[in-house]
Structures are given as structure tokens and as C-alpha cells.
């Protein structure tokens, strides 16, 4: 039998361009602060009966103008397998199923620091602590068949415990601007960007948080190393709607395709939050379902692929909080590299679908009030946010007080002494809401308050009612000054409820 001649193939990637292709992969910055502190939470889970540990993560941020300087510090038991941590699809060291890819750290440091020249990995075990050692890995990142090299240090300048990782890179302003999430069109102050963190992490490990096996403290300071912010982030969590009390569901222990996982499940309706950033907003981005394993949070705002139809405005304050609790990774759906999502398609994702619409009734559309109510709650956040100070914004104030009486108005602000009100409505007017906005005005005026202008605000005016406000505006009021009546669309406002066609 003749021989079969073979020939090499030289197949090992450049580290450089390897490193500018994983760069992509998280789109947030939250995300890929997250990866740091899935491993520390990781590692503490699986040393739970290690009382040395503090079961802290420190966060420290400071501001150089275009760069943002991260650090980030746990007081684990520190990684004793440096190369298989900086190894692609690295699965050697895998502690719990948050280490499911074996791709996370060098995804999270490129992503943040795709140039590849701004980034360390500084740790210390028990072993390195009985030699008074510690161990550093820095930038560049490199592929070779002889690896790349670290560096061994004298002593520890960790500050959770004698043991630990403390992980060091420089973040580009643009990517750590990705904390506003596009809510924000205008700058936003550093301080204010570092809050934000504290609202994405507040939500990603807000059941964790709040049962103490996790506590993660945020540090700002500016480029001189000053503190601006010194904050121990807190669990975040929606404020539901008592008037209709959430259902909680009893746990249930389900087979989804790969082993039993234990399902909690609470739903209802929230009453929107204006303090947040991104989350419990009440609007369609953060409404919906919201899955985490083991409390950690992976994706929110699912609805079509839950209940095979689009989400309807009116449906913005429905929240259904669901948990997945297991040691097993193999025993709920696969996570996309970033943890922001799972992997569509995977059966075990479809069985957790099914079982959802099992255990909660598709919601329907709310009453035009509660819509009004949700929107207003909205505009009253945005006024809050965009008039200058002295300001006073209100959804609870009332006229025709000093007779005895109290008309609750839609929406009321004082700028500087000019007042402002507001009758709305979630689709179109009609006629009689001129007359209702015509109330607020004469019982201000009644009360001694002078209002600048009244805006009748809904998705569309009809020509009856945009001519009827011509007629209004042409009359005065009872102290004999003319009326200011506007319409404007919640369009107009910036508030996502659509014109009605």
C-alpha cells in the first residue's frame, strides 16, 4: 500500500488581529464590567464557607478626559491558572455555569481596550501569599506556541483580604458613554455616568446584593485622583402598583431538557420609576419578562418571542420577574458571549417559553387611565430633568383649593414662577377636553396662580378641537387676562406612546 504523503498547515491566528476581532463582542460597558464581577461572584460562591473572604468586589473609576480608568478588586482566593485564564475557550478552571464560555475576561478586555496597550491582571493565591508574592499579566496580549509572558511581584496591594485579583484597563470615553444607553442626548456628567454603573449593577446582582453573597462598592474620582463618589451599590428593584398586587407564583422545580431547575416567578404591574436610567421605566424597552439564573439577571423586556405578538404601549407597565436556580449549567438555555441574552433557538430556551405562558396570562391592554397615568409619570420625570431651577413639577396638585375643593390636574410645573398645566390624553381629543383644561385654568387663577400657558397634550388633534382652541384662546379668563392654550403629541415630548393612525 503506497504512503500518503501529508503536508503542514500553519494555522495559529496573529494575537493582535485575534484581539481586534473579539473587541466586538460587548456593545456596553456594563457588560463588560459584569464579566469581572461574574468571576469574583463565581469564585465566592464556590469558597461560600470561607469566612477570610470578604465577598466584596471595589470599583474604582477615574477621569482622564477621553479615557476612563476601571479597577476592579475581589478579595477572593486569586487564579491560581493564569495561562488557562487568558486562554480562548478556557474551561480548566471553570468554578460555577457563570464561567460558561471560558471567553469572558479576554472578551471584556478587548472590548474595553481594543488597542491592546492599557490593561493588567494582578493576583495572588495562597500560595503566592505564603511566598509574599503576587502575579502580573499585562498588556499586549499575544498568540504564540510558547505563549507570552508574567511577572512576579514582591508583596500585594490588594485591600479585600491577603488573597485576590485586581484587574486594571483603560476604557475609551465613547464605550463607557454606552451606560447612558441612548436616553441622553446631551453630555452627561462624569459623576452622573458612574451612577449609571451603579443602576446596571444594582439590576444585574440586585437578588445577590440583597442577600448579602455579594456587596460591590463604586469609587469615582477625577484625574487627580480626587473622590467624587463613594457608593455601595444597592439592590434595584421595581415599585409594583399595590392598587393590583403582584402574583408571586410557588416555586416549581421543572425539567426544561437538561435537568430540573427551580422556577420562582412574581408578575404584575409597576408603577414607572423617572429616578432610573434604563430599568422599571414602565416604557417598552424595560417592560415585559425578565430572566436571570441564580438572581443574576441575563436578559429583560421579552415579550413577542414569549407571547408570539408585539407588545402594545398600553402593556408598558407589565413586569414579570423569572429565576432559574441550578448548579448544573447543561440544565437551562446556553447565554450569548456578552450574558445579555440566551441563544435563540435552543430547546431548552423554547420548554422555558412554553412554561411561562403556562404560569402567566398573556396581559391585556390597560385602561386608557392607566395609560395616562404611566405617560404622565414619564412627563413629569423629563420636566424634572430639563427645567431650570427653581422648578417645582407635580401630578398630584389640585385647583379650586381655596374653595374647598380639589381638582386633581393631569400635570403641573413651576418654573421660575411661571406655571404651567397640563389635561392629556392617550389617543386623540375631543372637544370636552378643552373645557376640562379650561377648569385647571380658571381654578388656578381662582387660587391666586396665574398660569403662563395650558397644554393639551394626547397622539393626534382633530381640526374640531384645533379650532375650538383658536376660539378659547380669544376669551380671557376670570381675571380678565386671554387664555394660552396649546396641543402637543406625546411625540412631541419625547414619549414613546405612537399617534393613533
Not at 500518503?4 to 464590567?33: D, Y
Not at 431548552?348 to 396570562?361: D, F, N
Request: aromatic share 8%; charged share 25%; net charge negative.
Amino acid at each position: 500500500m503506497e504512503d500518503i504523503k501529508t503536508f503542514a498547515i500553519s494555522n495559529m491566528p496573529r494575537g493582535g488581529a485575534l484581539w481586534e476581532s473579539i473587541a466586538g463582542n460587548f456593545s456596553h460597558c456594563a457588560q463588560i464590567v459584569n464579566e469581572f464581577v461574574d468571576d469574583a461572584l463565581s469564585n465566592y460562591a464556590v469558597h461560600a464557607a470561607d469566612t477570610r473572604l470578604s465577598r466584596e468586589v471595589r470599583m474604582t473609576v477615574r477621569d482622564e478626559g477621553d479615557t476612563v480608568y476601571v479597577t476592579v478588586e475581589d478579595g477572593g482566593t486569586g487564579i491560581a491558572d493564569l495561562s488557562n485564564a487568558l486562554t480562548l475557550a478556557g474551561m480548566g478552571a471553570q468554578e460555577t455555569i457563570l464561567n460558561e464560555h471560558g471567553f469572558g475576561l479576554k472578551h471584556a478586555l478587548a472590548s474595553a481596550n481594543p488597542e491592546n496597550n492599557d490593561w493588567s491582571i494582578v493576583t495572588r493565591t495562597e500560595e503566592d501569599a505564603k511566598a509574599n508574592r503576587s502575579r502580573k499579566v499585562s498588556a499586549p496580549y499575544m498568540l504564540s506556541k510558547d505563549g507570552f509572558s508574567g511577572e512576579y511581584l514582591e508583596g500585594w496591594d490588594g485591600t479585600l483580604g491577603a488573597t485576590g485579583t485586581i484587574i486594571r484597563f483603560g476604557c475609551g470615553r465613547r464605550m463607557f458613554e454606552t451606560l447612558q444607553d441612548g436616553r441622553h442626548q446631551q453630555s452627561v456628567k462624569f459623576v452622573d455616568l458612574v451612577m449609571m454603573l451603579a443602576e446596571e449593577l444594582g439590576f444585574t446582582y440586585g437578588p445577590l446584593l440583597r442577600d448579602n453573597r455579594l456587596r460591590i462598592r463604586l469609587l469615582a474620582e477625577n484625574s487627580r485622583g480626587e473622590q467624587l463618589k463613594d457608593v455601595m451599590v444597592t439592590p434595584l428593584d421595581p415599585v409594583w402598583d399595590e392598587e393590583e398586587p403582584p402574583v408571586e407564583l410557588e416555586p416549581a422545580l421543572y425539567d426544561l431538557g437538561g435537568g430540573e431547575v427551580k422556577i420562582t416567578c412574581k408578575y404584575g404591574q409597576i408603577i414607572p420609576s423617572e429616578e432610573n436610567n434604563r430599568y422599571y421605566r414602565g416604557n417598552m424597552a424595560s417592560s415585559g419578562v425578565e430572566l436571570r439564573v441564580n438572581g443574576r439577571a441575563v436578559t429583560f423586556g421579552l415579550f413577542k418571542s414569549i407571547w408570539k405578538c408585539e407588545k402594545h404601549p398600553s402593556q408598558n407597565l407589565f413586569l414579570a420577574q423569572v429565576n432559574l436556580e441550578t448548579n448544573c449549567a447543561g440544565a437551562v438555555p446556553p447565554t450569548r458571549t456578552a450574558k445579555n441574552g440566551f441563544r435563540e433557538g435552543d430547546a431548552r430556551l423554547e420548554s422555558l417559553y412554553r412554561w411561562i405562558r403556562c404560569a402567566v396570562p398573556k396581559p391585556d391592554r390597560q385602561t386608557a387611565a392607566a395609560v395616562e397615568r404611566a405617560l404622565f409619570t414619564q412627563l413629569a420625570g423629563e420636566k424634572e430633568r430639563t427645567l431650570r431651577s427653581p422648578c417645582r413639577v407635580s401630578t398630584e396638585e389640585f385647583a379650586y383649593q381655596s374653595l374647598g375643593e380639589k381638582v386633581r390636574m393631569d400635570l403641573f410645573t413651576n418654573e421660575n414662577g411661571l406655571a404651567c398645566i397640563y389635561e392629556g390624553k392617550k389617543d386623540a381629543t375631543q372637544p370636552r377636553d378643552i373645557y376640562q383644561l379650561r377648569m385647571y385654568w380658571d381654578g388656578c387663577v381662582v387660587d391666586g396662580i396665574c398660569p403662563r400657558e395650558a397644554i393639551l397634550i394626547a397622539s393626534r388633534h382633530p381640526d374640531s378641537v384645533r379650532k375650538l382652541v383658536d376660539i378659547t384662546n380669544r376669551m380671557c379668563g376670570p381675571d380678565g387676562k386671554p387664555y394660552n392654550f396649546l396641543l402637543e403629541t406625546w411625540r412631541d415630548e419625547g414619549l414613546e406612546y405612537p399617534p393613533v393612525a
